[in-house]
């Protein structure tokens, strides 16, 4: 060993400790992009439905919006539909108190279903009428009084 110099992470001969070497880390900041991609690549898939609207919309399972049933979860968002503007449409909770409750525009990005029997049937969204009490299945929602969400489906309730 050279005179004066000494490996890392032992005593020099004046009783000074040399650091030990390190090896080379991946910034926190390049991990932490590294996560973030990989996170929004894993939502990443292949969608082969090529539907453009509820009506033409291929019936690929049992559940879920694009299938024959509405999404096997509680809905999001129960009331009765208040005003209407083409295929959006105003549910209210509440409806007869005018700042209780949860209100939203609820815009139709599914299907929306009526009871036929055992199972619900795909409606055309203009089968749905102001007064009748809905279940929907929302989507995101702007932050806004009333909301304004998208459907994943909506259920028109039985009278």
């Known amino acids: 060993m050279t005179a004066g110099v000494t490996r890392p992470g032992t005593r020099a001969p004046d009783g000074d400790v040399q650091p030990a070497m390190r090896c080379p880390t991946t910034s926190p900041v390049a991990a932490l992009a590294l996560v973030a991609a990989l996170a929004l690549g894993a939502g990443c898939g292949d969608d082969d ?23 096997d979860r509680p809905a999001d968002l129960v009331g009765e539909v208040t005003d209407r503007d083409g295929e959006r449409f105003l549910v209210e909770e509440q409806p007869d108190v005018p700042d209780a409750g949860r209100k939203a525009w609820v815009a139709i990005e599914g299907r929306v279903f009526a009871p036929d029997g055992r199972f619900p049937t795909p409606i055309d969204p203009a089968e749905v009428e102001i007064g009748q009490r809905v279940s929907v299945w929302t989507g995101l929602c702007a932050e806004s009084y009333p909301e304004q969400c998208g459907a994943e489906a909506m259920l028109v309730e039985e009278d």
């Open 49 to 71: 439905a090529t539907a453009t609207g509820p009506e033409d919309a291929p019936i690929t399972s049992l559940s879920g919006p694009a299938g024959g049933m509405p999404p």
